[in-house]
Each structure stands twice: as C-alpha cells, then as structure tokens.
C-alpha cells in the first residue's frame, strides 16, 4: 500500500463509494489509460495507479487501512470538485429512430472544502507602440499599479514592454519591490510600431525562468494593434503554454487588433477565458482588476472533462455556456477546461444522439473531470458522475425541460446566429446576413441586452449599405455574446 497516494481521487470515487460504483470507475479508467490503447505519455503509470487503487479499496482489510490512515492524514473529508448532469428530459421515450437529448454539465467547487492562494507568477506584456499614446498609455500605467498593489511576498511579477521591439522593464522577482515596481511603470513612453511576438519571447522567458508547479503561472498580453509576419510565432507561444501549464490572458483594446488571432491563441493554449475585448480606454484600469480577481482565486487548473457514451449515443457538438460562451472540440474523448476559480462555476452543454432502447433504465453517458487542486495537496482530484436514462413505450408524457437548459440554448442560439452571422458576411451573403443580424437584436432584445441589440442593428443597417461589419461592431457583437451566460448578471463578476 502506498500511504503518499489517496486511492479514492484516483478512481475519482467518493469515500464512502459502494463496491459496484469502484468497479465501474475502474472498467472507465482503465479502458482509457490502458497502454494498449492509449496514446498517453504517463498511460502505463496511471494504468498502475488505478489497477492499485482498485485492488486496495475492494479488499475490506486493506480498504479499512487505508481509510484509517487517511482519517489520520486528515484527507477523509469531502471531493473538493462537484459535479452535476442535468439532461433535458428526465425520460425517453421508446422510438424506432435516434431521439436528440441535452446535457447540461456543471462543475464546480465544493462549499466544503476551503481554498488557498497559490503565489503568483505573473508577466505582463504590455504594448507601448504610437497607437497606446495618451490617455490609452495611462490607463494601463495606472491598472499595472494596481496589480503591483495586489503582490504579495511570495508572488512574483515582471513586466515587459514593446512596440516593434521588446524591452525587460521590470525583471522577475520573489517578493516584488513596489518602489521599483512602480518608477519602471512610470517610464514607459510610447512609440514605434507592433511587433507582439518579440514582447510575447521575452515575456515567456521571464514566466519560465520562475515557473514552478507550486505557483500560478501566467503571462498577460494587452495589445491595441495589429502585428505583421509573426502570427505563427505567436501560436507557438500559446502551444508552449498548453504544454507547461501557463494560463495565458490576451486583452485587446479598441477596435483595431487582430481578435482573430488572439482567439485562435487562446485556444491553442487551453485558457476557456484567455482573450478579453476592452471596447473603451477608460474601461481597461477595470478590467485589469477583473482579471486579477480571477489568478488570485484559482481553485482548480489543468481541468479536463472526459466523455465516455453508451453504445448507441453520439455526441453531436458540445460548447461551454459558463463563464462564457465558447465551442468544445473533443480529441480522444477529452477536452481541456483550463482553470477554475473559486466561485467560477462551469457548464458545458452537450447535444447527444441517443438511438433507440427497448424499456428499461440504461446508461448513456460518463462524465469523468480532473485536475489539480493546490489547496488539498499533489494528487490530482477526480470526480465522476454517469447519466442513466429510463425509457419507456408511454408517448406524450415528458416532463419540462429544466429552465437552466432553456436560458442556456436560448442564449446559446443567438451565439451560433452571430457566428453564422459573420460567416455570411465573408462569403458575400448580405441578405442572410442582415436578416440573422436583424432577428439576433430582437432576441437580445427579449432578454434585456439593450446595448447589445442596439450594436446588432446598426450592424444590420451596415451591411445592408456597404456589405462590411466594422471593426468595432463585429469585436461588440462577437465578445457580447460569447458573454451572455446562464449566471444572472447580478452575480456575475463584472
């Protein structure tokens, strides 16, 4: 028996888990971890972890070990993750063809477990180039001394500036000296071009130079320009970040900056929440503190959400609705959540092709997550839950879709309408355009986003006369509606 491993987050299993609930975390862990079939760099040790734990907590004398000792460790208290499946109906019924069936998934913290800051370790980029003149440059000044405000004695923070070269103003340091921290702020003077990749180098050599697994590591990029022949490079970066566990923020400000980009970098690096739209210089000292709200209060990183079907059932398409809106793509079964704060909660909706079932209860899905929790030690936590489904001959008889998932495909459908939206304005189709442009405010509308809707339509009237989006308004429209969540605004963080 190893007394430095909790067999229970292993097989994601509750400590009080019966003898078919392990068995069944076991038949699903080891499937995927098997080294037979699994493409995994740690696949053998994993599939030793879970073939140990498995053995030791269905021996009852073994099991009563172990749960002595780890009622003496103080580790016998609650799963710091919860998970919750609420499919669209509570039943199915038994149809010769494939029935469609939402899942909505929701993880988050447990009220039961206390978190603790990890320290920081923090680089910001930050464009200096002619466009960041003015009150633009002060804005940022003044959000950067906030964050050197908010640094505590182990946390630590660097700063790079650039325009078309880039330029180590602030080195990283253990415990940041705040009189330094602040003259190197002061200095920094606008002009040149914008070069984002040459900041974006020297930052990543300052997070690696302290990046430590006991440490938040991240590296924050605000730009207001567009950069030129080294977009590559830049999706480099993120990959680099994907592989090391460096969560990424990618802010733009105004109207002319490459969203696309930064997009396509935020998803390369696995960060849910990386690429932030600021539409107003007098917006950004707010949402420095927004973000810097989140690093302190991660609870969870290194998310990751399996998805293990019954035969028969298919998984159609798959998006996040919280924190914010954005599409799910699942390689191998798994898909990357990134991190989660304290009080973050996320929901995943999953459209699910179920075929027919003769009456009875049947399962259709699995969902397993994991990821590292600093707050309850080095073992990753694990937590599992499955979707059993009755199916019955009665017709005409289901019950109420649950509101959540209501407000969440109502939101959900004017994201795709803005998608498809945009798509049509690309390929030259003006007249569906306008009209999913036109329909999308209405909706925006009926649900009281009246800055929002007000966007869509002179949008609407933009297209319809030029053919075009404006920069501002396509950045408006895309980033509102990624933002329109099933967390009611008031209490949402912002």
Known sequence: MNFDRDYYAVLGVAADADERTIKRAFRSLA??????????????QRFREIQEAYDILLDDIKRQAFDYWRSQRGMDGPLPLALRLTPSYSALAC???????????????SDEVDSSRQPLNLCLVLDRSTS??????????????????????????????????????LPGRRGVDADAARAAIRNMRSGGGTEIL??????????????????????????????????????????????????LTLMGVGSDWNDQLLEEMARLSGSADASIYVDSTDKIVKAFHKRIHVLRSIFARNLVMSLHLG??????????????????????????????????????MLELLVEGRA??????????????????GDQPARV??????????????????????????????IYKMQERSLSDVEQGQIEPAVARLKTMATRLLDIGEVELARAALLEAGRVSQTGTLSAEGRKKIRFGTRGLTIVPKEVRHD
């Open 31 to 44: 499937r995927r971890y098997h080294p037979d079939v699994s493409h995994d760099d740690d696949a053998s």
């Open 95 to 109: 149809l010769g063809e494939p029935q469609v069936l939402y899942l909505l998934v929701e993880l988050q913290a």
């Open 132 to 169: 960041m003149k003015g009150g633009r440059l002060q804005q940022v000044k003044e959000a950067a001394r906030y964050i050197v405000d908010q640094m505590g004695e182990d946390d630590v923070l660097s700063l790079v500036a650039f325009d078309d070269r880039a330029e180590l103003v």
């Open 198 to 247: 040459s900041g974006l180098e020297l930052g990543w050599q300052q997070v690696m130079r302290w990046h430590s697994p006991d440490r938040a590591n991240h590296l924050f990029l605000l730009t207001d320009g567009q950069t030129y022949g080294d977009e590559e490079g830049c999706r480099e970066v993120a990959r680099r970040a994907a592989a090391e566990g460096v969560s």
């Open 311 to 348: 035969t028969g059932v298919s998984l159609r398409e798959a998006y996040r609705v919280s924190p914010r809106i954005d599409l799910l793509e699942f390689a191998d079964n798994r898909v990357t959540l990134g991190s989660m704060a304290k009080e973050d909660l996320q929901s995943i």
């Open 359 to 376: 009456p009875g209860l049947h399962r259709l899905a699995q969902i397993d997550v994991e990821g590292d929790v600093p707050s309850v």
């Open 384 to 413: 599992q839950d499955t979707l059993l489904m009755p199916f019955h001959t009665e017709l005409g008889t289901r019950s109420p879709i649950p509101t959540d998932i209501v407000s969440a495909m109502g939101k959900l459908t």
